[in-house]
């Protein structure tokens, strides 16, 4: 890989990073520089999943007394690396509050927790809850939980830190320098690197010291991947080494990952948006012809898992993604740089009997932006006393605001006082400009606020419709 490689390991090396780490991004690093063709999955090379198991089906084949025997069994792992830059946070995404129960703000790891500790309680399993952090998110993580009088784990460690690496120049292919900021200079590997950190960390032997033979694994900003008696039963029926859980693509998802079947080894693979070529994106983006996308549930066998890390010394050949960014994310004029990513749930292709099982969107309802937010503070919620999120149908409003205020969570909870408006009659939100929020404002049908110019007021209790704030005479 020459000189250039030896700048990003070296570097790596002052840093203290183990050889693993060094050689998973050897393996990015090689397949960016020498395979730049490897970065596309064409469409005349796959054929699309167009038949998979439905959650319901499965229900009513499963005996779920017998199910608890094989829920026991599983360990329950959070992908909690993330900082949330997107929205402005300088801490775990997982800390932001989410929304209020019982008069008391919960966050993501507080509902996390109560999802593990329900179903600790109600079904006698011990279900052991591990992390991934990162250095940035590691301590605020284990206050969390050790503050926290009902949660209590032995044997098996709560946490399991993820790897870091170099941040590059495209032109030059060298690390980046950011003197301001050196921290900038590093980025997780994506979400794949959670196979080599389970290697590195000895956790698939202490696991299966303590009888543990699936991992459940999901990112902790999905609060819908509750812990599953049902899939930890139907997983373990099916013998397979590896099962994502997918659920059926709508227009909102057409741009996220799904699930294909390689037609020259006939494995499923995972093609994530920034894979497919300029000319596939259309067929791509069918929902019609791809009807499923991948919500990065994932279950794996453990035995499976640890043959597989042996068989390429702890680091899986998985396809790289080369994702163009800032260096520092919160400044779209700062340098521009590649960061070299592998997904998690590209593992399916390591393996044949990789399969499928199709799951309602309760179990995909990832925050990302304050757009989702947004949704999981209104009304359209209610976080019921085992800690799900309870919706009627799912399917929610499109929500625009505008990312000039609105984007970082600051400036949101700012225009924000009260609590988000109530959007159950809403089929749609834009809001244009610089509006803050009274109490009680509702929004319903294609509900518009267009840029007056000047910060502007919804005053309590005002409804928010098609033609902005609406006299009292259309209520």
Known sequence: MGDTFELSAAKMREQGMSEIAINQFAHLYDSWINDKSGEFIRENTVEP???VPNFHEIYETIDHDKAVNAFAKTAFIKLNGGLGTSMGLSCAKSLLPVRRHKARQMRFIDIIIGQVLTARQRLGVDLPLIFMNSFRTSKDTLQVLKRNRKFSQENIP????QHQEPKLLEETCEPVSYPEDP???????GHGDIFSTIWESGLLNVLKKNGIEYLFISNSDNLGARPSRTLAQHFENTGASIMIEVAKRTQADRKGGHIVRDLETGRMMLREMTQVHPEDRR?????????YFNTNNIWVRVDALQKKLEEYNGVLPLPVICNRKTIDPTNEKSEKVIQLETAMGAAISLFNDAICVEVDRMRFLPVKTTNDLFIMRSDRFHLTDSY?????????PDIDLDPRYYRNINDFNERFPYSVPALAAAKSVTIRGDWTFGNQVSMFSDAVLEDTGEPSYVPNGEFVGPQGIEPDEWV
């Open 388 to 396: 799900e999120m309870e919706d009627g149908n799912y399917i929610f």
């Open 158 to 161: 709560v946490e399991i830190i």
């Open 49 to 51: 999943i167009k038949s």
């Open 283 to 291: 067929s791509a983006q069918s929902i019609k012809k791809h009807p």
């Open 183 to 189: 921290e900038l200079e590093w980025c997780p590997p």
